[in-house]
């Protein structure tokens, strides 16, 4: 060992004495050479951990193959995603599954976990990854490690029991679905090291279990019926779970949080659930559920799980007696803290403790996320951002309440993670709490408590302030109309208005009505208030100073910074006039204030939403009563919605008619923050598909139906699943070889294409790009596989095997698209030379990419304006797809998304995990850009305005204050991925 290194760390960590005590005991389990190799970085992070956990200091003398792991320093200081997590487990188990081996496969999950433990308790005690990321990725290590138990447990009992099936409207029998829904911490992502697992199991509905799929008209067997298997499954899952083995213990499972608690049945079916909370739910159900989310099973159930409670934990109103139910809850958890005798120890259930935090923020959730349901988020440091971002909490006190609660919890986590156990109590041993001290990074025991006081004190006060109801917004401070014209204008000036005159006079009409006639005293009192909340949205003068340079999260619509209060008040004098009843508008915006924001903040946010919504003024409030925005579409729950307009005349105007309301939809979850950029592209696409297979449907029946011969694969963004606001959709059309009457296909197409693209009265759904067939504008629309794959192989050239590392089956015939994927997977790998063998493909393939890129940015990108060309200029998004592209030909690998290319990258090591790291965030950070600049117009811009008044309006809608800042954060961007981008390519 390198003493003086060793001696430097034991010395600095905050249990010398045991550190040096557990290094000796690596030492003689034979861990010598690997503590030898160790440098100054890697012996601060084990010593770390040797002293800030007996626990799993014992776990590691146990293990020492564990030590290089603890000592890959540049490795632990990137977090891992939970895919990568659910890729190593898989991995780790796939050979026992082989062999049926399920014994052995749990094994290694447990095992898996307590190395993966120790991984991240590493980070945490080293100070390499933040509260955020240690939570996350104990919470997403929870979710690999709870679904591999799950999908052993279900084959072990179908290939005991069989499929459970039941019956739907028609009378077929369909297989039953089941999912795992968390709640707690685990549905929080907050998990902590020694945690309990909260969850409740949820099953599609009842019927029968039978070995093969029965017939139509057959009648439940003699085999168990659905409730029996899952009973089965629930119970084996919770078994595993919990078992003390030789390899450790997975989770504590806690079950008490379902429906009639430890007297009720370990699973339901949706339709019970639903009974049971409409019926016989409690307050305290209503909080817990805001945590739910789906940890395994079958995505589609849980979707109908979240939207059968969404009304249940968010009602639209909620009565005296109700917030007087909530209340007592706080009280009734105070006596049992007082009768716990742990008042000024616990960490989560005393006075002050991180339970007041989760009882703020989900009772404030409850009380209004009915009617304001943006304030929904699972997490609690997401929640407190969306109180404060909606003003609910000021953000001094949203701030001061997360500080708070990741001091807390930091403190939880420490106190766990000594012996893991499920303790919160700060101990009452001076040498005790002195060592926590220095594990919470403080060098004297005073200055940690005075820390935990300050925190305890103020979570307290805030807690306290929450139990009384907010008073209404106030409006007679506004300046009366008919005297006081100047105060007006003055007023305007300082909420950033450009003219005052006009702004005044429209809002008189806003107030008045447009002809000054008689209007009802509470419908002016009510647009008095609407405009008190037009007025707080604006940017005022007079408050610039403190937010000078101020800088919120990228593209976070929660700056609620208006962007144009100029525009956005003559838009609204256009919505009340094509709404046509005033005093029914202004009483649906004073019952419910925050849909008047929502379409404040939409005005602003994207001109062309704004003109759907002046189009079809109704559209808003449907979609924002329907509990619509907080829901999560799929490719198949589109695709459902979707056929309920079968019956419609016109099926090109209801294509289009559903397509303008889901943009509509995921528009609106991306400017009130409802959803991240990924989770938005992602639904921007699920539509795409939906409505091609769809219109294909269509077509396909009105030409005599039969088995379709005809797929549709997707290229571009479309085949990575990342559409984005108004994306053409790139698609190649192929038809089976065996299809015998090519020119009906070639009319299918035409009228596929027409359907989807083709103008009506609302415009047409999506814009289709076909030109990347083969022979391209000159080619047939559709070709058979044969014929595609002679056309790639041999006459393609090489921009075109490049578009095609992108394809995936999007439509139609999935086994022909499938095929067809499959097909191009062999060409696009060129790892192998045989299976890669096209003629596109030179010596200097890569070089030639490069060149093809260069072109791009020279031929696209307009004379003299390289720096607003955020696509196609210098170190613009197409560096960064290049590079996945480039790599993913290069590797072999057929994955399509440009992001889990780059993270596939990072994994493998094709690129270093730096470079990597730059080239993710730079690139989401530009993207992002790119997806606000396209939101405003839905024409698919590619470069920033020239204008500067139109520059500051994009720079503010991307959460900055000042023009210059933007610009420069722009460049950055541009500048990180040109970067990484010439290592690539050797420039």
Known sequence: MKKDVWREAVAACADPKRAEKQLELLRQVGATSELNSAGPEGAAVLVALLGGSQALSEALVAHPEWLPMLLDVESLKVPRSARGLQRSVGNVVAGALRKKDYATALARVR???????????????????????????????????????????????????????????????????????????????????????????????????????????????????????????????????????????????????????????????????????????????????????????????????MEMIQPFRYPRSFTSQALEEVVSMKVRLETEVVRAGELDRNVKLGRGGIREIEFLVQSQQVLRAGAQPFLAHHQTLGALSKLAQYGVLSEDQANALSEAYVFLREVEHRLQMENNLQTHTIPSERRARERLA????????????????????????????????????????????????????????????????????????????????????????????????????????????????????????????????????????????????????????????????????????????????????????????????????????????????????????????????????????????????????????????????????????????????????????????????????????????????MAKLQRVAAAFVEMVSGQTELGSTFKMDLRLRPDGEKGLLVNPVRACEEYYRNRAQLWEIQALSRCRFVAGNRELGERFERTVTAMCDFSKPASAAVAARTSNWKQEIARMRLRIEKERTPHGKDHLAIKTGTGGLVDAEFVAQTLALEHGWHEPNTLRVLERAREEGALERADADVLIDNFRKLRRVACILRRWSYEGETELPDDPAPMYRVAVRCGFTRTEDFLEAVARYRRNIRTVYNKVFGL
């Open 111 to 305: 095992m898996f976990k307590q190395q993966e433990i120790m991984r991240i308790a590493a980070r945490d005690l080293a100070r390499l990854g933040s509260f955020s990321e240690i939570t996350m990725e104990l919470s997403d290590l929870a979710d690999a490690c709870l679904g591999y138990v799950y999908r052993i447990c279900w084959q072990q009992l179908v290939e005991r029991f069989g499929q459970p099936y039941h019956q739907d409207p028609s009378g077929s029998w369909q297989p039953t679905a089941f999912c795992i829904i968390g709640l707690g911490k685990l549905g929080g992502q907050e998990l902590n090291y020694s945690s309990d697992v909260d969850v409740i199991f949820v099953y599609e509905g009842e019927g029968s279990v039978f070995r093969q799929k029965p017939a139509g008209t057959e009648t439940a067997g003699r085999g168990i019926n659905n409730h029996q298997f899952f009973r089965y499954l629930a119970e084996t899952f919770v078994g595993e779970v919990g078992r003390l083995t030789p390899e450790g213990m997975l989770y504590r499972i806690d079950l008490r949080l379902r429906p009639e608690g430890s007297a009720g049945p370990l699973a339901r079916s949706l339709e019970s659930y639903e009974n049971y909370y409409w019926e016989y739910g409690q307050p305290w159900e209503r909080l817990m559920l805001t945590k739910a989310r789906l940890i395994a099973g079958d995505a589609a159930l849980a979707n109908d799980f």
């Open 438 to 741: 220095r594990l919470m990074g403080f060098e004297t025991l005073k200055e940690f408590e005075a820390v935990l006081d300050k925190h305890r004190r103020f979570v307290r006060s805030s807690y306290a302030q929450f139990l009384k109801i907010e008073s209404e917004n106030n409006s007679s401070a506004l300046p009366d109309f008919d005297r006081e014209d100047a105060e007006w204008k003055k007023l305007f000036t300082n909420c950033s208005f450009r003219d005052a005159e006009k702004a005044l006079r429209l809002a008189r009409a806003f107030v008045h009505g447009p002809g000054f006639g008689h209007v009802h005293p509470r419908t002016e009192k009510n647009a008095r208030q609407m405009l008190v909340r037009l007025l707080d949205l604006c940017p005022r003068r007079d408050r610039l100073d403190p937010d000078h340079g101020k800088r919120f999260p990228d593209g976070e619509p929660g700056a609620k910074r208006l962007s144009d209060p100029d525009r956005v008040l003559a838009r609204l004098d256009t919505f009340i006039t094509a709404y046509g009843s005033r005093a029914l508008l202004f009483e649906t915006w004073a019952a419910n204030p925050m849909l008047f924001e929502l379409l404040v903040l939409l005005i602003d946010r994207s001109e062309f939403l704004a003109e759907t919504a002046i189009r079809t003024p109704d559209l808003l409030d449907s979609l924002e009563e329907s509990g619509q925005l907080l829901r999560c579409k799929t490719t198949e729950q589109t695709l459902k919605e979707l056929q309920h307009g079968r019956s419609d005349p016109d099926q090109r105007l209801w294509l289009r008619r559903y397509h303008q309301t889901e943009i509509m939809r995921i528009g609106l979850r991306d400017i009130l923050g409802l959803a991240e950029e990924e989770q938005c592209l992602s639904e921007l696409s699920a539509l795409a598909e939906a409505c091609l297979e769809y219109a294909l449907e269509v077509v396909w029946e009105t030409h005599g139906g039969g088995p379709l011969p005809l797929a549709v694969v997707g290229l571009g963004k479309l085949g990575g699943a990342e559409i984005d606001y108004g994306s053409d959709l790139d698609v190649i059309l192929v038809a089976d070889d065996k299809a015998r009457d």
